[in-house]
């Protein structure tokens, strides 16, 4: 399973790109907003950090104009995916762009049917958002298994990238189903790591060692 990190915070990137876990990053206007940097110039310094995808998101709503944007926006680094929202117009500029061999990454996706038209408009990567899904009572899960099962039926190129995520429980589960990729917020990948247990365990482990007074090195 790749993790790719939510954000377009450069330190927070950094920091996951460091433990050589990091397989690609997404962003999307929010984030944008919420690093305060500006929207090209943060692209471009993330695509220098990781050699993965970088999801870059378009803001315009009509196809013609998408691609204007993603013209401008793939000229910034060869690992920038093109986000597109999952409207017509979204699947009509991943269509073009898929065909040209640009990357693309369709999101906004709460259905299962969605996540068909994204594949069969060549997507790389789609984004069922889980953590809104369970937020309107639904399971997000039921998501990620029904679009699994469909791609499957169909060998669909189309890696399913479980997005929205909230807890390190969504992780487990989606890996579980075999999901492709899952993108989540820095904190939730560094919880990925801990175990009470494991601090436990070295704490005893140092502990004793200290008691033979020995050094490895
Ligand atoms: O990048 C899209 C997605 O991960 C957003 O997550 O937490 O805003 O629902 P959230």
Known sequence: MKFFVDTAEIEAIRDLAATGLLDGVTTNPSLIAKSGRDFKEVTAEI???????????????????????????????????????????????????????????????????QALLAAKAGASFISPFVGRHDDNGFDGMDLIEDIRLIYDNYNFATEILVASVRHTTHVLQAAKIGADVMTAPPKVIHDLFKHVLTD???????ADWAKTGQSIL
């Open 47 to 113: 695509c220098g950090i990781v050699d993965g995808p970088v999801s870059a998101e378009v803001v315009a709503l009509d196809h013609a104009t998408m691609m204007k944007e993603a013209e401008v926006l793939r000229k910034i680094a060869d690992n920038v995916c093109i986000k597109v929202p999952l409207t017509v117009d979204g699947l009509k500029t991943c269509k073009a762009l898929s065909s040209e061999g640009t990357m693309v990454n369709v999101t906004l996706c709460f259905s299962a049917n």
């Open 200 to 206: 436990k365990g070295i704490e005893g482990f140092m």
